[in-house]
């Protein structure tokens, strides 16, 4: 197996999520810049030494494999309990001389996603279901017949906004990439953000007096739950004029009876018949979940991973909201470098913000000189990356 030149930076990993069509997370997309197609070390790094077998959980792992005969020759069988689909070049998988190596892949337990639209005359073996098509500028034309004649699931890859979502939703793609989140949607009803779900474990968990952590780590679930107790908390009823700076003194300050009457009030407060998570979710949950990990690596005390755990849950309120976010976040009483952060990207906070912007796969690129403004190794991005969709992947199903 290859070995890494230590002389050549650590990659840059990407995690991009793949979600159904009631936007669920389904799986995860690896990318990897610079990519190197002669050598599978990263990967097998990435699985035995990075956890990303056991952060994928139950998702499966889409990985971008060029050539299949180097990778079958150096990678081997996928590992135990991981389902790793190989996104092939259309062209490999319509060459029948090619077609015994990608049986034999099948075979070991690997799946496969055809990347492109074959051409008019192909034969495709039957091992061969589904399609990875590039939709950033719509759904590619003479698509529909193969869409139609594969079994699938289609992966729709670089959907831009909701309304292309729509589109290739009905078009027969089930499962979508892209940008479409962190857009504002009519289809997800903003006032149906909160899960009931959870709104449920929270009152269970209160009504059985459970400790404050517990209640801690279900609340960093959710955005719009965790802004609406910090915004509860922080309004003039409370008479409270100092900062708050984590969820255990929100929760303190609430009391548990009143947290107990507010969890009631905004289970009633959602509106039934959705069966779409909302999108946004893990996203946030991955951002913040992120922004506390690095915030550890670069030597922030517990008081600051809080800090920075709340920038990236608040960072996506004013799409979650359809409000400036200045607006919303202006009632709360935050500390300066949480609002530095979020509307400047100003100081420690707002420079790890900027890389877990950045490192959404598809938006401005991630380089290796914005690691070292923030002050993290690329090795240690990518251990919180990895440590971060972990969190998500767990959100994205428990909503």
Avoid at 44 to 69: H, K
Avoid at 70 to 93: H, M, N, S
Avoid at 280 to 305: K, N, S, Y
Wanted: hydrophobic content about 45%; charged content about 20%.
């Amino acid at each position: 197996m290859a070995v890494q030149d230590k002389s050549i930076p650590f990659p840059l990993v990407f995690l991009q999520p793949v979600a159904d069509v009631h936007y669920l997370w389904t799986a995860l997309s690896l990318h990897v810049s610079p990519f190197d197609e002669n050598g599978c070390d990263l990967f097998s790094r990435l699985f035995n030494e990075f956890g990303l077998g056991e952060a994928l959980g139950r998702l499966s792992c889409i990985l971008t494999v060029p050539n299949p005969d180097k990778f079958a020759g150096e990678f081997g069988a996928p590992p135990k309990d991981t389902q790793l689909i190989l996104r092939v070049p259309v062209e490999y998988c319509a060459d029948p001389a090619r077609q015994p190596l990608l049986e034999r892949l099948t075979k070991m337990g690997y799946g496969l996603i055809a990347d492109g639209i074959p051409p008019r005359t192909a034969l495709f073996p039957d091992f061969i279901e589904s399609l990875s098509l590039d939709c950033s500028a719509g759904i590619p034309a003479d698509a529909s017949p193969w869409l139609t004649r594969m079994r699938g699931p289609h992966l729709a890859e670089n959907v831009p906004d909701p309304v292309s979502f729509d589109a290739c939703r009905a078009e027969g793609f089930r499962w979508f990439s892209g940008e479409y989140p962190l857009l504002p949607s009519s289809n997800v009803a903003q006032k149906d953000a909160i899960s009931r779900g959870r709104l449920v474990k929270l009152l269970e968990l209160v009504s059985h007096d459970a400790d404050v952590h517990a209640l801690e780590g279900l609340l960093k679930q959710d955005p719009a739950l965790s802004y609406q107790l910090f915004k509860l908390v922080s309004s003039a009823a409370f008479g409270f004029s100092a900062h708050i700076t984590n969820f255990t003194q929100a929760i303190n300050l609430l009391g548990r009876r009143q947290l107990q009457r507010w969890l009631q009030l905004l289970l009633y407060a959602r509106f039934p018949g959705d069966e779409s998570a909302n999108p946004l979710l893990p996203r946030a949950a991955a951002r913040a979940a992120m922004m506390e990990a690095m915030c550890h690596q670069i030597d922030g005390d517990r008081d600051e991973q809080d800090r920075a755990f709340i920038v990236g849950m608040f960072s996506l309120l004013d799409v979650l909201l359809t409000m400036p976010l200045r607006l919303i976040i202006e009632p709360l009483k935050l500390p300066q470098d949480i609002l530095d952060a979020l509307m400047q990207r100003r100081g420690r906070l707002g420079r790890l913000l900027d890389v877990v912007e950045r490192a959404e796969y598809g938006r401005i690129p991630l380089r290796h000189t914005d690691l070292a403004a923030a002050g993290v190794t690329p090795e240690g991005y990518c251990r919180a990356l990895i440590q971060a969709y972990r969190w998500a992947s767990k959100v994205s199903h428990e909503a």
